[in-house]
């Protein structure tokens, strides 16, 4: 039995465990027919065309865990920013953790998706929130929908400024000998308020792994989101992300994607707009090497007018690494006076390595400011050769080189604890000491 049989017969028994008179009884329905009938994506789609999932799921992925799995923080500890305080929602094989966790807050709704989607009380808020901004149409968008039961659930009130940065980590133990999750996420920022949330999905051992998850993200007028994702998986995990955004009048919301682990890695980023003086930042890095594959695909779709969105993603690709790029600014006829912008350079520093780069604008309306751009290159050679002449060795020097090539994403990080330690990461990954005072 391949993947998708497996999934498609669990489902009903799925539902039978969670309760199949419940409120999303049909969404969940409609969800599974949707994936029944198309199965996981693959290369014919122009999508997925430089994308190919086939080698993963060849994998005997166990879909439903059998029990939970405690670890002790002092195994995890290095994966939290634990140089500040910070709220925890931590997941283990797809489960939530309370003694890992730090849920205490003052006025934040912070609770699990299994909660919300049960309890009466959220079912004004589901009924609002869920599903709605997430695609009916992609199939592993509808596929995590159709499974849809545990991952965070945030809900900021109006005005809230919420004081600490929120970690949502998922951790798998690698018990099982292969494992699927999907989580799901949903995130609902208030008029005013602002919040800052750090995800990160991370493997135990080497045990082959598959996260298909999806988050949704509202944020209403005013409102201010600041979201991190780290992607610093071992070489057997994959990740497939999905994350909407539904951006109101005068609100703004980044979006920072650090992809640097994983075996294959694929980020689909769709910011919608409903209102005027919206901002919207989509900023990435990725590093990665050996065999990785990293896949970005995004999309800002321009529906009023006099909005921003900004696209700045760096890539450096060693061995026989793979890297992509399709992103897509959308402008509808109603949106004058759109300013957009997109960015997108690439280095490649081994013979092997590969990026497929599409920057596409799709403009409807006479009046706006768009523009994009891509490049492909090498480093600097004369860069390198003023540097060595003045005493740098030439590891140190190509890494500064990579370093000052990324510097322009990580000065836009926020948070300073996550900008050292981002910085660490990149320092680790390029083999060097950069010599910072961290």
């Known amino acids: 039995m391949d993947l998708k049989e497996k999934l498609v017969s669990s489902f009903m028994a799925f539902e039978e465990q969670i309760d199949v008179t419940s409120q999303l009884h049909d969404v969940r329905t ?32 166990t879909v439903f865990p059998k029990h939970e799995n405690a670890i002790e923080f002092a195994e995890v500890k290095k994966y939290f920013l634990h140089e500040i305080d910070t709220y925890k929602v931590i997941f283990v094989d797809g489960k939530f953790s309370s003694f890992l966790s730090s849920t205490t807050h003052d006025g934040l709704d912070v609770c699990l998706m299994s909660s919300a989607l049960t309890k009466p009380k959220y079912k004004m808020v589901i009924d609002e929130y869920f599903n709605k901004i997430a695609s009916k149409d992609e199939t592993l968008t509808t596929l995590n929908t159709a499974f849809a039961n545990e991952g965070a659930y945030i809900n900021v009130p109006k005005s809230k400024v919420v004081e600490k940065p929120i970690e949502i980590i998922y951790f798998s133990t690698g018990v099982e000998n292969a494992l699927m999750v999907q989580p799901r996420n949903l995130v609902i920022v208030g008029e005013n308020a602002h919040v800052q949330i750090i995800e990160r999905h991370q493997s135990l051992n080497e045990n082959p792994v598959l996260t298909n998850a999806v988050t949704e993200i509202f944020a209403q007028k005013r409102a201010i989101v600041d979201y991190y994702k780290i992607q610093n998986d071992l070489l057997t995990a994959n990740l497939i992300d999905n994350t909407y955004i539904s951006q109101k009048q005068e609100s703004r919301v980044s979006v920072h994607t650090f992809s640097f682990g994983g075996n294959i890695t694929r980020n689909n980023l769709n910011f919608y707009h409903f209102g005027e003086r919206i901002d919207s930042t989509l900023k990435g890095i990725t590093i990665i090497g050996d065999k990785q594959h990293v896949d970005h695909y995004t999309l800002v779709n321009h529906a009023t007018p ?58 409807f ?74």
């Open 306 to 363: 006099n909005c921003e969105s900004h696209q700045n993603y760096k890539t450096i690709l060693a061995d026989s690494s793979t890297g992509v790029f399709n992103g897509k600014i959308y402008v509808e006829k109603e949106a004058q006076k759109t300013d957009a912008f997109q960015q997108n350079n690439n280095i490649l520093i081994g013979d092997k390595a590969t990026i497929n780069a599409k920057p596409q604008l799709e403009i």
């Open 30 to 61: 409609s969800a599974i027919k949707n994936f029944e009938n198309k199965g996981f994506p693959t290369k014919k789609e122009e999508a997925w065309k430089y994308t190919s999932l086939n080698a993963i799921l060849k994998n005997d992925f």
């Open 365 to 438: 309306a006479d009046d706006v400011k768009c523009s994009h751009g891509c490049t492909i290159g090498q480093l600097d050679e004369s860069a390198m050769f003023y540097m060595q002449q003045r005493g740098i060795p030439k590891k140190e020097a190509k890494a500064l080189l990579m370093y000052a090539f990324s510097n322009s994403v990580i000065e836009s990080i926020k948070i300073p604890e996550l900008k050292q330690r981002i910085t660490k990461i990149i320092a680790n990954k390029l083999g060097v000491n950069l010599g910072f005072d961290l």
